[in-house]
């Protein structure tokens, strides 16, 4: 075990209550770095614990699987001490839902591109109380993120609403054009940009470097840290000196919440250099 995974381990309550290891990593002044998962392996999710991720991305809009598999990927994240974030496919009220009360600690909610779009989804991930009268979250006091109704209900939903991470993504021209009105929406914890469905939104077949990708993109990094959200970014990069300067590049910029492996990229870059190199040997195009 990485001494970084024994120091996040020995942080956790010995109650049984997850923690929000990303904003513990937050208030001690350090970056919360965490891994896309598409492949739905809870040997992977059981990987990323051990080598110390502080969090993991469900990715349930582009893996392929849905609530069950995720269910079994956020229990072994919280038994590998890594806190599950659920990437929801379409961001309806009862899969946000279903998501929170199977034990995720956050979402990452797709397509937002309006302030009506965001305002709905804070209000869905999170229980009317007190403090949170928008909340429009349903309750039920037996399902898994209550422990099955261990605690009393207002302790409950208390830790809920503050601990559930709500990320929105913003991945369309229309979303960055309404970007400052999205940030307006109180609740939202972070934004992260999705480049390449903005570059397909465009015309741009994809491509993150086009001029008119770049210009949409231009400042929003800084305008969304002037707000206080936090911004969520892949490191560019897949060798790690590609990846260190990536991240020095985005702390630069203020970036805390980093991204730093999708499992099926990296095993994709693996197994093709690996076939080639065994192929072709000292011959091989393609560094190991």
Same mark, same amino acid.
């Given at each position: 075990?990485?001494?970084?995974? %024994?120091?996040?381990r020995?942080?956790? /309550? ?10 513990? =990593? ?11 998962? %598409?492949?739905? &392996?809870?040997e ?10 502080? @969090? #993991? ?11 069950e ?8 994240? *919280?038994? +590998?001490g890594?806190?599950?974030?659920? =990437? ?9 839902g ?10 990452? #909610?797709? %397509?937002?591109?309006?302030? *009506? %779009?965001?305002?709905? #989804?804070?209000?869905? &991930? ?5 403090? @949170?009268p928008?909340?429009? =979250?349903? +309750? ?10 261990? /605690? ?7 830790? &809920? ?7 929105l ?16 929406v /109180? ?5 992260? @940009?999705? *480049? ?12 993150? &470097?086009? /001029? ?13 840290r ?7 970014? @892949? ?5 790690? +000196? ?11 910029k ?12 990296i #095993? ?5 250099? =690996?076939?080639?190199?065994a192929?072709?040997? +000292? ?6």
């Amino acid at each position: 075990m990485t001494q970084s995974n %024994q120091t996040a381990r020995s942080t956790s /309550p010995s109650d049984g209550k997850a923690i929000n290891r990303i904003r513990t =990593r937050l208030e001690a002044g350090e970056a919360a770095v965490g891994a896309f998962l %598409q492949l739905g &392996s809870t040997e992977i999710v059981e990987i990323a614990g051990e080598v110390g991720y502080d @969090f #993991v991305v469900i990715d349930c809009e582009h893996g392929a699987f849905g609530l069950e598999t995720a269910v079994q990927l956020i229990r072994t994240a *919280e038994a +590998a001490g890594t806190m599950p974030i659920v =990437r929801v496919a379409g961001g309806t009220l009862k899969e946000l839902g279903q998501f929170l009360d199977a034990g995720a600690m956050g979402l990452l #909610v797709p %397509q937002i591109a309006s302030a *009506e %779009q965001a305002r709905a #989804v804070v209000s869905a &991930s999170k229980y009317r109380t007190e403090k @949170f009268p928008a909340g429009t =979250r349903g +309750a039920c006091p037996s399902v898994r993120s209550t422990r099955y109704g261990s /605690p009393a209900w207002a302790e409950h939903a208390t830790r &809920s609403n503050r601990d559930c991470a709500v990320w929105l993504l913003v991945e369309s021209a229309e979303g960055m054009d309404n970007l400052p009105q999205i940030l307006d929406v /109180p609740g939202i914890d972070g934004i992260q @940009f999705g *480049e390449f469905d903005l570059a397909v939104s465009m015309g741009c077949d994809g491509d993150r &470097s086009h /001029p008119a990708v770049l210009a949409k993109l231009e400042g929003a990094i800084e305008l969304v840290r002037s707000r206080g959200i936090d911004v969520i970014c @892949f490191l560019d990069g897949w060798d790690r +000196a590609a990846a260190a300067a990536s991240r020095e590049r985005l702390a630069a910029k203020g970036c805390r919440i980093l991204l730093g492996a999708v499992d099926a990229r990296i #095993v994709f870059n693996v197994f093709r250099d =690996r076939c080639d190199a065994a192929r072709h040997g +000292a011959h091989s195009l393609k560094g190991i």
